[in-house]
């Protein structure tokens, strides 16, 4: 026996729990079990030839997360719902892995979750659409108003994680591009108010020192970001890393939700809430506290300049 703490990480080829699997391999304290659907595919491997335990389970099979969960000292949880888009899909999801977890006898879960924006956006608010009648962000609301009762009622000792916008999503769909008058732009739907944003990695790193810190950390909810940028600043970032002057663009929330395609809609009201309530989004989620968590975190300049050649520009 090594004597280290089994971690089992729930999504750990995607972007959250695969940040969190590199920072706990990287820790003599923690073993890592990652928990995948497909352990051939190459994130599966790769993670593998870093040291982990791949683990097949799926998040629709209570015995197979009962296995993964078996033995196991805590367990990062984590719900893909932007691969369905469905709410109910999500609570589903929920109820399985606390069931799972509960009959491991975790000691230590860290469920990533978010608020319920409605506490400020009220169904009967115009200012954006209700979505199935009774959110206004699907996956921020069904994770702040039920998915967090589900495990307080549930007793599992569990830290209650609040992520924030990642500057991951910077390199692909929301990267720059040079717009028909040849300047390189940024086309954000920030509004001028900052955002909380945080690199994957430093999720990752701070998720590694809540396991550290059990006595800190369960019970309490910890909302981690990086840096508070307005759109203007992260075009200030893409211009020193790129050595060319990048512009912001602000996209209309509505324009946004014009888009079309699946989670349009919800990504507008989404954009929207960061924008026009900074008190509820910035007022959750500590900049400091995240730093103490990860203090070799990366400002965004540093971010993308790790990450330059993903860009393609």
Request: glycine share 8%.
């Amino acid at each position: 026996m090594s004597g280290k703490k089994v971690i089992s990480v729930v999504g750990a080829t995607g972007t959250q729990g695969g940040a969190v699997a590199q920072a706990l391999l990287a820790d003599d304290e923690f073993e890592v079990r990652a928990l995948t659907r497909d352990p051939s595919s190459a994130k599966a491997r790769a993670l593998a030839d870093l040291g982990a335990e791949l683990v097949e389970a799926d998040l629709y099979d209570v015995d197979s997360l009962r296995k993964a969960f078996d033995g196991a000292y805590g367990a990062y949880h984590v719900t893909p719902y932007w691969n369905h888009l469905s709410a109910d899909k999500e609570l589903e999801e929920v109820e399985n892995l606390i069931s799972a977890s509960t009959a491991g006898g975790l000691k230590h879960v860290v469920w990533s979750t978010l608020e319920d924006t409605r506490d400020v956006i009220p169904l009967h608010d115009d200012r954006m659409p209700t979505l199935d009648e009774i959110y206004k962000v699907p996956c921020f609301d069904v994770k702040g108003a039920v998915a967090d009762r589900l495990y307080e009622k549930s007793g599992l000792p569990t830290t209650y994680l609040r992520v924030s916008f990642y500057w991951d999503n910077l390199l692909g769909d929301l990267k720059p591009r040079r717009d028909a008058d040849g300047v390189l732009a940024v086309h954000l739907p920030f509004g001028e108010t900052p955002i909380a944003g945080i690199a994957s990695e430093d999720i990752g790193q701070a998720v590694r020192s809540i396991f550290r810190r059990p006595e800190e950390t369960l019970g309490a909810l910890i909302g981690v970001a990086g840096e508070q940028l307005t759109g203007d600043q992260i075009a200030a970032a893409f211009s020193q890393v790129l050595g060319e002057k990048v512009v912001y663009r602000r996209v209309p929330h509505d324009m946004f939700r014009a888009y079309g395609f699946p989670g349009a809609v919800e990504l507008g009201n989404m954009f929207q809430y960061y924008t026009e309530f900074p008190d509820s989004y910035l007022g959750n989620r500590d900049v400091e506290r995240t730093h103490q968590l990860s203090p070799n975190w990366l400002s965004l300049p540093s971010f993308l300049t790790r990450h330059r050649d993903r860009l393609g520009l």
